[in-house]
């Protein structure tokens, strides 16, 4: 069975856990390294980690979204969005299609 997991500050991570969601509380970007590290080792096939977090390792974001598996999704924490998440989608979006469609 796949495994979700979600990475982020306390307050942030709290909700998913509600869902069933695996969730590692990690305060500083060397803490939500190590945590995407392992989640990755024990094949989790889905990571969502805050975009505050990502925001401190952004090399490590960039190597995994060049894997197949895990997929490293970017959601808004408790501070709101940075737009990196959206930025992420766009990129994608447009180099899928070719153009900038949304």
């Known amino acids: 069975m796949n495994k979700i997991g979600v990475i982020g500050g306390r307050d942030s991570v709290l909700g998913f856990r509600a869902l ?21 080792k024990e094949n989790y096939a ?3 980690i ?3 977090l ?9 190597r ?3 894997d197949v598996s895990p997929a490293v999704i970017l959601i808004p924490g408790r501070e ?12 994608a979006a ?7 469609i949304l």
């Open 50 to 52: 805050t975009e505050h």
């Open 94 to 100: 447009e180099k899928a299609v070719g153009a900038d």
């Open 20 to 40: 069933g969601l695996d969730t590692c509380i990690a305060e500083n970007g060397e803490q939500a390294k190590a945590a995407l590290h392992r989640m990755a």
């Open 64 to 66: 995994r979204r060049e």
């Open 80 to 91: 709101g969005s940075l737009g990196i998440g959206t930025a992420g989608v766009h990129a």
């Open 46 to 48: 889905i990571i969502y």
């Open 54 to 62: 990502a925001a401190q390792i952004p090399a490590e974001i960039e």
